[in-house]
């Protein structure tokens, strides 16, 4: 059996375990050691991609053409250590999480966000657009019960929310896009260099606009409102699914459709992507706007979040070689950043009960440690040196000066502005200002709540200066 | 000669008069399932014949064809009656708990007679080759379904009898006096025979007044959008176990005799496109499903959400033939297919776990999930498959209904599909969202027998089944809408 169908086969395996369990005292430990395997399982299927690469697995002919079929490619390499390797720093953080804010009904959530990853790996396995839909439907109905969770009216209403916009722009826009691209190319496979061999401009015009508002994961504006609803569910719900897992297989569907459905040459030639452009520079300022009025540390991570997500649309859709490596190396450094912000409020929140910016006076004598993580993620996220935002950033202003784009310079100063000026309260209070009232809960750091994301900071640091071999990897083999 | 088409048709029919001396129920129950089984069997083999060697003639009495009465077994009959007997057996055997509760003693062997001659009625209106006959037939199957619409156990039953009896009875005066007018036209009731005299010259004017006669026969048969309100109140007030058997034949039923009257008879004329017919029934058929979708969300009783959903899917199984390709014929047979398995699923749930409720409303069904996990999640499973997600076999329709729709001349409506089809999405989450997160209300609901809980648990697993392995549903639709275009090119 193909190690790809039987990683997805193991994780449906861990969910299974885990339903029969249900035991609430272990079904934690038995997440992580799912967690842990699934990282073992991805690095194992990392060390032999030179024989995975571009090997086609047909599992099942679901509509005469089009089988459900995995594979695995260079850009579905990075997204899965990714994306595995943060699950297991987020299962453990979950599970002293869980048990410190004293959440019923833990094996539910562990199954539900099993699911969750096994449906994130499957949308990077996916050889073809239609195996990519039905792991994406997956995906969306899995988070449900996580964004859910807590159970009050609130949640369910912010829930249903979260349904809509998804499922709905996935039904009304996602599936007409791929019928309509199967019509018109008679297959669904990724390739390189895409696999329109012969289009009219409108058709292209058409796609391109279906395919931007349906694969709505990736937030782009209009269709954006459910991910600030989604920030109703527990923390590392909202840390691992909405800052890495959910939003990220939008980006990372949307990245290969630019790329291996259009292809560069189609994309530039009939000027398409000059849409997602203008869609997503839009997205990046008026977030920031939006992102600037929140108190809510979670929304205004989130509205922060639909920014730095439309980084990497507008990256892809420069089509230049280095904006490209810019989307895929945002891709990653902005999943470490921004796990560390979420972690961070999360452990804030546990500890001492805050949940606003405005609240966070004098925070760091308090939290030393969780401070100093959520400020390196801060920095990441603004893009200053020496953090890995930078980098991201740096070959992102290269791509735009190729591309002779150069409008769009203005896009990027003015929203790392807007950037620094959300980011930067939420430090200075939490260093500078004086406490106005006493906390309700003991002051001390909780180690193994913080230990997880300690490691994450760690990497993100040291990953600053090691850049370099991802660079060659992304250079050599997607680009 | 195959004696397989008439068998089945017979052999039912020879057997509900012995029900009749019989009396005694456990041994009715057990004969008419026999029977049903036998059937299903026969139907199987003969399909498997019609599949390797094509059409199937079988002379009554051996009277050659104009003169005598012939039945033609070809792979659209097979499909359907395929479909019909299977879900009859379903039905039959989740069944029998319900009748036994909800019928009146004395009755239940005339109920499971009136069952046996609807289910007659219905093979015999997908086999005959005489225009007649399938008037007869339709009479038949009508008839029988009065009775079993009037057996519900509660006041607006017999009400919503009377209602069928007459709407049914004006959409069958209207065949008739169609089918009349073709005989005076042409001389002759055989269909092959029909569409050969039809010919391909210009439509007279009485040719034409009996196309709009099939044409609103027809329509209210399959509950075509505004002639449907005759199926929201059969599906409120009939007993439920009779609901769940309608909701996958007798619409689709409709749907058989408008692509035979319409696509086979009449295909050297091409009515429907020589009048703007397709228009006129597109526009009509958009509106039915914009507006029973909105109706469905609205509703609190279930049985009525379902009955307007019903109406909101048969439209797009009339939208999809009336595209007129051959790819809009197969999204609707691949749709008839799955549509009923879905539907009567449903209905199936229902008719389990509220025997005695006369109205189920939404809230009845609130903490289910909890009490009932494995029936619930197959009642998920169902409710996915109406919304048409992915690996449901709900999902392999809407590709099939959008992709056709996309190529065909009228790729405009598809944003009316996808919409509503979201919409769908609407008011099956309102059920979902009550069974897992609403707090459970002290409603008794019945215990159901393992019997009913596999026929449940069956019917879910092939949503799943079909909506993975499509070369059942979609190999069988595509060789039968390819024979359709190929005889209609020539």
Known sequence: MSILLSHILFLAFGIVIIYLLRKEAFTGMVAIFISLASLVYALYIISIQDILINQKIDIVNIIPGIPLSFSLDYLGVIFLVISNGLWLMVSIFSERYLELNKYQNKPKFYIFFTLSMLATNGIIYSSNLLTTFIFYEILTIATYPLVTFKGDKKSIINGKKYLYYLLGTSIIFFLPAIIFTYILTGTLDYKVGGIFTSYNNTAIYILVILYLFGIAKSAVMPFHKWLPSAMVAPTPVSALLHAVAVVKSGVFIMLKVFLFIFGVDVLTQSGANIIIILFASFTIISSSFIALNQDNIKLRLAYSTIGQLSYIVLATAILAPYSILAAVLHLIFHALGKIMLFLSAGIIATQTGIKNVSEMNNLSSKLPITCLLMTIGAIIMIGLPPTIGFISKWYLLLGIMESENLYLLIVIILSTLLNASYYFPMIYKSYFEKAKFDYKSPSCEDMPLAFPVIIVGFIAVILFFKTDFIIKFITENII | MNQLPVLIIVLPLLIAP????VRDNRYVYNLSLGVSFLNILLILILFQDVYQNGNILY???????????????DLLSCY???LINFMAFICLIAGNKTIKSQVEDDNIHLFYIAWLLCNVGFSGIVLTNDIFNLFVFLEISSLASYFLISQGNYKASSLAAIQYLFIG???????????????????????????????????????????AMFLIGVGIKTALFPLHGWLIRTYSYAPSIIVSYFSGTSTKIGIYILLRVFLDIFNSINPLEYYNLVQLILFLSLIGVLLSTLYAIKQNEIKKMLAYSSVAQ???????????????LTASLIHVFNHSIIKTGLFLVITILFINNKNVSIDDFSGLGEKYPLLMSAFVILLLGLIGLPLTSGFISKWYL??????????????????????????????IEKIYFSARLNHDASVATNYQLLCVYFLAALTIYLGVDTSLTFGISEQISNNFYSTINQ
Not at chain 2, 18 to 21: A, F, H, K, S
Not at chain 2, 172 to 198: E, H, P, Q, R
Not at chain 2, 423 to 429: C, K, L, P, Q
């Open chain 2, 18 to 21: 012995i029900l009749l001396l």
């Open chain 2, 59 to 73: 002379e009554l009495g051996s009277w050659k064809a104009p003169i005598g009465i012939r039945l033609n077994a």
């Open chain 2, 80 to 82: 359907f009656l395929l």
């Open chain 2, 169 to 211: 009875s004006i959409g069958a005066v209207f065949i008739l006096f169609a089918i009349g007018i073709l005989y005076v036209n042409t001389g002759t009731l055989n269909m092959t025979d029909l569409s050969n005299k039809i010919g391909s010259g210009s439509i007279s004017l009485s040719m034409s007044l009996s196309i």
């Open chain 2, 314 to 328: 048969l439209s797009y199984i009339i939208i999809a033939i009336m595209l007129l390709t051959p790819d809009g």
């Open chain 2, 402 to 431: 959008i992709s056709a729709i996309l190529q065909s001349d009228y790729w405009y409506i598809s944003g009316v599909i996808l919409i509503t089809s979201f919409m769908t999405f609407f008011y099956a989450w309102l059920l």
